[in-house]
């Protein structure tokens, strides 16, 4: 079992940039498909992006593309999520989520096809 453990939230004006950190531990991370999500007061969790194990393949929720940017990097067992151009309807918490380890199917945006999922990170946009 993999433990995940987010970082990297905060408070940031409109426009601004921040990078999640999203660190995992407990078992090799090269297998495992990750993906970020969000939520919103008052409002469901979103599937933000994801990055495949097997090619790197990346996917994006198309509220964020051209703004946001997932990464891996398995050699620090970390992914990452860059955000720029931050906007107030970005406040959220962001939570970090992986697959079962080998797990290539698709429907990366549904929450229940991840299998492991971190606390979560606050992330906070003023206007």
């Known amino acids: 079992q993999v433990q995940l453990v987010e970082s990297g939230g905060g408070l940031v004006q409109a426009g601004g940039s921040l990078r999640l950190s999203c660190a995992a531990s407990g078992r090799t991370f090269s297998p495992y498909t990750m993906g970020w999500f969000r939520q919103a007061p008052g409002k469901e969790r979103a599937f933000v992006a994801a990055i495949s194990w097997s090619d790197g393949s990346t996917y994006y929720a198309d509220s964020v593309k051209g703004r946001f940017t997932i990464s891996r990097d398995n050699a620090k067992n970390t992914a990452y999520l860059q955000i720029v151009s931050l906007k107030p309807e970005d406040t959220a918490v962001y939570y970090c989520?992986?697959?079962?380890?080998?797990?290539?199917?698709?429907?990366?945006?549904?929450?229940?096809?991840?299998?492991?999922w971190g606390q979560g990170t606050q992330v906070t946009v003023s206007s």
């Open positions: 989520a992986a697959r079962r380890p080998y797990y290539s199917g698709g429907y990366y945006y549904r929450s229940n096809t991840y299998d492991y």
